[in-house]
């Protein structure tokens, strides 16, 4: 089954729909997009250019079954098409996130932090980490925050990632 995000206003994805494959192929037996796209007008009344095939297997450039990522990600409702790059974006989580064209996802100005648990096995306790960015706004060298699971300091103590250890 071949899928197409229906885009509205903006490359805004509104709907995704399923086509059979049969009812994909062209005249030589070819599996064509732009046969999805004219089957979906006829059977929709929307303009088969704002019909984009799209991988229902294929998540931050990657094809989760191993076969090659088509557009970059499987859109949900809200998403963006990207036309210039063939991709579609979620919604941008931060406003200080950039996309990254390669991976096909958003990317925060700071890396992510490289320390997420005690490092023992099996762990005893881990990082709940989230981007706050306030905090990134009055200082570009912080945006990572964290807390313990199993911290029982009531409120938890929140760690900030300074770019080699959690203060």
């Not at 206003?9 to 399923?18: D, M, R, S, T």
């Not at 700071?110 to 200082?139: K, L, M, R, T």
């Not at 912080?142 to 929140?158: E, I, Q, R």
């Amino acid at each position: 089954m071949a899928h197409f995000a229906k885009l509205g206003i903006n490359g805004k994805v509104i709907a995704v729909h399923g086509v059979d494959d049969d009812r994909m192929l062209n005249a030589d037996n070819i599996e064509d997009e732009t046969v999805g796209q004219q089957y979906l007008e006829h059977i929709f009344g929307w303009p088969a250019p704002m019909w984009i095939q799209c991988s229902y297997n294929t998540k931050a450039n990657q094809h989760l079954l191993g076969g090659t990522p088509f557009r970059g990600n499987y859109p949900g409702i809200g998403w963006t098409w990207d036309e210039d790059n063939q991709i579609f974006w979620a919604k941008q989580p931060h406003a200080s996130w950039n996309k990254n064209i390669a991976t096909a996802s958003w990317e925060a100005p700071i890396s992510y932090p490289s320390i997420i648990d005690d490092g023992v096995d099996p762990n005893v306790w881990s990082y709940q980490i989230w981007w706050d960015e306030e905090a990134y706004q009055s200082d570009n060298n912080t945006g990572w925050k964290a807390d313990k699971t199993n911290d029982t300091n009531n409120p938890k103590t929140v760690y900030s990632w300074n770019g080699s250890a959690w203060v």
